[in-house]
């Protein structure tokens, strides 16, 4: 049986908020597990989560801008 996170245990153990937990998810990034119930319950699996933690550590981030310096003469 897979262990299965909350949203609030993933976005603890990335370091990040609930809205990128969502963001990540909506993107593709982080498979959901859809619990029975309804009411939008979904969970995590630790597995997905190590993955994409693994994967982060092998794409170097983007910075958001890039200085140019302007070349004099």
């Not at 603890?12 to 998810?25: H, Q, V």
């Not at 593709?28 to 190590?50: E, H, K, N, S, T």
Request: proline share 4%; aromatic share 2%.
């Amino acid at each position: 049986m897979q262990t299965l996170l909350t949203r609030r245990q993933v976005a603890d153990l990335l370091s990040a908020s609930t809205s990128t937990i969502i963001r990540l998810e909506r993107a593709g990034q982080l498979p959901i597990v859809r619990l029975a119930g309804g009411r939008g319950r979904v969970r995590y699996a630790a597995a997905d989560v190590q993955n994409l933690i693994e994967g982060s550590k092998e794409q170097p981030a983007k910075p958001d801008r890039v200085r140019v310096q302007k070349r004099e003469g």
